[in-house]
């Protein structure tokens, strides 16, 4: 059987993130900023949220207006209008303990390493036992490749909240790109059962070019459940004859 050189990492990955967004995999508000969407169309975007006026309010009423609009403007996807109104929140209300976990998030998602980082300690030195905030910050290491220092927060949130299905499902991808697959499973496993959790090694596996020990994962999978898209999809990929001439 030949397999195809086009299985660019780059889709392989795609799959994955879709796979364990879908499952509550990526980071908490989030689970969501990692998900790959096509743009909407100009009659399906919704109207861009405008902040409201605080200039006539008490302070910390000015406050929670402006993180409020930051929210909505979130939501919408617009990372830097919010991030101006939470920091304006905080500004106008220093003791606002919610602002930082939400710039941690949107500062890690536009790239800026330093905020990001700097936000995070902040969140986690109010809420230091917060298991949705330490896999958020296990999937900022993730996002950087530090695969180790993820799995350690990882795995503190897990410690906090043993049932946590992101936090297991994050795990298991970090484990898996350590190259631990029998631990990634039994990660995956734990809270997707046994056939998304080979469909998902198998995906880990093909993004380290290992095709032969991927396509067996996905068979495995099949064998569990067998109308899995991801493990079909995969294995009708590699089945298809090898256009390299």
Same mark, same amino acid.
Not at 81 to 89: H, K, N
Not at 145 to 151: C, I, L, P, V, Y
């Given at each position: 059987?030949?397999?195809?050189?086009?299985?660019?990492?780059?889709?392989?990955?795609?799959?994955?993130? $879709?796979?364990?967004?879908?499952?509550?995999?990526?980071?908490?508000? &989030?689970?969501?900023?990692?998900? =790959?969407?096509? +743009?909407?169309?100009?009659?399906?975007?919704?109207?861009? $949220?405008? &902040?409201?006026?605080?200039?006539?309010?008490?302070?910390?009423?000015?406050?929670?207006?402006?993180?409020?609009?930051?929210?909505?403007?979130?939501?919408?996807?617009?990372?830097?209008?919010?991030? $101006?109104?939470?920091?304006?929140?905080?500004?106008?209300? +220093?003791?606002?303990?919610?602002?930082?976990?939400?710039?941690?998030?949107?500062?890690?998602? @536009?790239?800026?390493?330093?905020?990001?980082?700097?936000?995070?300690?902040?969140?986690?030195?109010?809420? &230091?036992?917060?298991? #949705?905030?330490?896999? #958020?910050?296990?999937?900022?290491?993730?996002?950087?490749?530090?695969?180790?220092?993820?799995?350690?927060?990882?795995?503190?949130?897990?410690?906090?909240?043993?049932?946590?299905?992101?936090?297991?499902?994050?795990?298991?991808?970090?484990?898996?790109?350590?190259?631990?697959?029998?631990?990634?499973?039994?990660?995956?496993?734990? =809270?997707?059962? +046994?056939?998304?959790?080979?469909?998902? =090694?198998?995906?880990?596996?093909?993004?380290?070019?290992?095709?032969?020990?991927?396509?067996?994962?996905?068979? @495995?999978?099949?064998?569990?459940?067998?109308?899995?898209?991801?493990?079909?999809?995969?294995?009708?990929?590699?089945?298809? &004859?090898?256009?390299?001439?």
């Amino acid at each position: 059987m030949k397999h195809r050189s086009t299985a660019a990492s780059l889709t392989v990955r795609l799959a994955l993130l $879709v796979v364990a967004c879908g499952f509550g995999g990526c980071a908490s508000a &989030p689970s969501f900023s990692t998900m =790959v969407a096509a +743009p909407q169309s100009a009659a399906d975007q919704t109207p861009a $949220v405008k &902040p409201e006026s605080t200039d006539t309010l008490p302070p910390k009423q000015a406050a929670e207006a402006c993180f409020a609009t930051a929210q909505k403007l979130q939501a919408h996807g617009d990372a830097k209008e919010a991030i $101006v109104l939470y920091e304006r929140a905080r500004q106008l209300n +220093p003791q606002e303990r919610r602002v930082s976990r939400f710039l941690a998030l949107l500062y890690d998602q @536009q790239g800026d390493d330093r905020l990001a980082l700097k936000e995070y300690h902040k969140a986690l030195e109010l809420a &230091p036992r917060d298991a #949705d905030l330490l896999s #958020d910050f296990g999937y900022y290491y993730y996002r950087r490749h530090d695969w180790k220092q993820a799995e350690v927060e990882f795995r503190k949130a897990i410690a906090e909240s043993p049932e946590n299905e992101r936090a297991w499902v994050n795990l298991g991808l970090a484990l898996g790109e350590q190259e631990r697959f029998a631990e990634s499973y039994d990660a995956f496993a734990k =809270v997707l059962g +046994p056939a998304a959790a080979h469909s998902n =090694v198998g995906v880990i596996l093909a993004a380290h070019q290992r095709s032969t020990e991927a396509e067996a994962q996905f068979k @495995q999978a099949l064998a569990i459940q067998g109308d899995l898209p991801q493990a079909r999809a995969f294995l009708a990929h590699f089945e298809q &004859p090898s256009t390299t001439p």
